[in-house]
Each structure stands twice: as structure tokens, then as C-alpha cells.
């Protein structure tokens, strides 16, 4: 089955700064790449996905990357605002039949002001 | 209006005792799903149903039992609750277009269980 792998766990960052957050997977047939954002008390709600013929998306202050050789994607978050501090979730799966969505095991980020 | 409810919000009881925790969703998606979060924020599926019918179950004890009276709604028991429950339950649905549970994920706010 898939494996999803996130780094960092926590990640401190000044307001205004980037942050990143790198997650691997292990199923090279995987083809769906959502990022999902939890804020304190809340359910995480989707804020970008990629799909694997896709390289490279953006949405505002958010990007993700996919790197599909060595099996690597990204988040990427500019001008980090407080609003900013969650736990973020990589996840992944095939788009097949009840394929099932292997989330990360989440980061911790904190934008200090 | 919320999209996904789930009640109740805290539960706090003792072990051995039996529970359950409620989940209706008015988006009118055809998949719904339970997910354990432990401690650590980690998130694991524990079930999926579509259009009422069981598609996903992980590796759960038998002491947990869902059960979809309508596609809008999937409830889950646990009996004779342990330590190791107390976590917080998230219900969540989607629209799959290609029966490949390719929908965005729609989360409630999660059911925090404590087992004493």
C-alpha cells in the first residue's frame, strides 16, 4: 500500500517569511496529490491539490510541486501570515476504483508575528 | 448551514461502556467516511461507505460498527470502549465522479472521545 512520509512535524516561521514542507511517497502508481489545512478544533479542509501531470500549481500565496521521479511534492506558502498557523497535511492516491487517500502525518506550523 | 455535523462534539465515559457518535451531511455527496485522529494529529481512515454500501474497512476491531441508514448519514458505535479509543473522530464526505473516491474531502469538526 501507499506510504506517505512528511517533514518537519513543526516548523516555526516570522510573519512574512516562506514556509515548505516536503512530503515522499512510496507507490509510483499514485496520481492525485491534495494538501489539506486543520486549524485549531477544527476538520482539515482541502486548500490545494495537484494531479501527476501537472509539475507545478499555484494559488495565491500557496504553490505545490510534484517531482514524479523521485517521487517528491511540495507546499509552498510566501508571506506568511498568523491566519498561516495550522497543521498541514500532505496526502496521496490513486485515482482507481475506492482507491484510498494516504495522508502524511502532518506539520505543525507556527508564523510568529 | 454546515455541511458536515457530527454530535456530539465531547464524549467522555468510562471503559467498557458503549457509545455512539451521529454524522449527517446535507452536500448530498454519495461517499461518507469515518477517520481516527490520534495524539499525535495523525489521520487514519477507519470506513468508507458509498450510496449506503460498506467500500472501505481498515483494520478495525469488531468493537466498532458504522452504519449508513441513508446516504446523508453514517453513525458509529463502539462497544466496550478501551483506553487506547480516546482520540478524536472525524466524519467527513465527498463526491466521487469516477468511483474513484476522487472528491475533495469535506471534514465535520470531529468528536473528541476520552475513555477513563
Known amino acids: 500500500g501507499e506510504n506517505v512520509e512528511q517533514h518537519p512535524s513543526t516548523l516555526s516561521v516570522q510573519e512574512g517569511d516562506s514556509a515548505v514542507i516536503k512530503c515522499t511517497y512510496s507507490?509510483?502508481?499514485?496520481?492525485?496529490f491534495p494538501w489539506y489545512k486543520q486549524e485549531l478544533g477544527k476538520g482539515p479542509q482541502l486548500i490545494i491539490d495537484?494531479?501527476?501531470?501537472?509539475g507545478e500549481k499555484k494559488d495565491q500565496r500557496i504553490a505545490v510541486t510534484l517531482n514524479k521521479t523521485a517521487k517528491h511534492f511540495s507546499l509552498h506558502i510566501t508571506e506568511t501570515q498568523p491566519e498561516d498557523s495550522a497543521v498541514y497535511f500532505c496526502?496521496?492516491?490513486?485515482?482507481?476504483?475506492?482507491?484510498?487517500?494516504?495522508f502524511g502525518a502532518g506539520t505543525q506550523v507556527v508564523v510568529t508575528p | 448551514d454546515t455541511a458536515v455535523s457530527q454530535t456530539p462534539k465531547y464524549l467522555v465515559t468510562q471503559m467498557g461502556n458503549d457509545k455512539s457518535i451521529k454524522c449527517e451531511q446535507n452536500?448530498?455527496?454519495?461517499?461518507m467516511y469515518w477517520y481516527k485522529q490520534d495524539s499525535k494529529k495523525f489521520l487514519k481512515i477507519m470506513f468508507s461507505y458509498n450510496n449506503k454500501e460498506l467500500i472501505i474497512n481498515e483494520t478495525v476491531p469488531n468493537r466498532f460498527s458504522p452504519k449508513s441508514p441513508d446516504k446523508a448519514h453514517l453513525n458509529l458505535h463502539i462497544n466496550s470502549l478501551e483506553l487506547g479509543d480516546s482520540a478524536v473522530y472525524f466524519c467527513?464526505?465527498?463526491?466521487?465522479?469516477?468511483?474513484?473516491?476522487?472528491?475533495?474531502?469535506?471534514f465535520g469538526e470531529g468528536s473528541r472521545l476520552t475513555v477513563l
Open positions: 495537484i494531479r501527476s501531470n501537472v
Open positions: 452536500l448530498g455527496h454519495d461517499t
Open positions: 467527513a464526505s465527498s463526491q466521487d465522479r469516477h468511483g474513484g473516491l476522487d472528491g475533495e474531502l469535506f
Open positions: 507507490d509510483s502508481a499514485s496520481n492525485y
Open positions: 496526502a496521496a492516491r490513486r485515482i482507481v476504483s475506492w482507491g484510498k487517500l494516504q
